[in-house]
């Protein structure tokens, strides 16, 4: 796999992370523990998905 497909990859696994996050925030019985978990998993594969686009540059 490319970094560029890596990266592609990432970024829906990312949107994809966003649509549950909004539709658990949606939800009027959302539960918090959940909401801060995806939240961290997105920061992750953003962080990754920058890491990898500034090594891409060099």
Do not use: C, F, N, Y
Not at 15 to 22: I, N, S, V
Request: aromatic share 0%; net charge positive.
């Amino acid at each position: 796999m490319t970094i560029q497909a890596h990266i592609a990859s990432l970024e829906k696994k990312h949107g994809a992370l966003e649509e549950e996050l909004q539709s658990v925030l949606a939800s009027p019985s959302s539960d918090d523990r959940m909401i801060a978990e995806l939240k961290r998993r997105k920061l992750r594969l953003k962080d990754e998905m920058e890491r990898l686009k500034k090594d891409t540059r060099h």
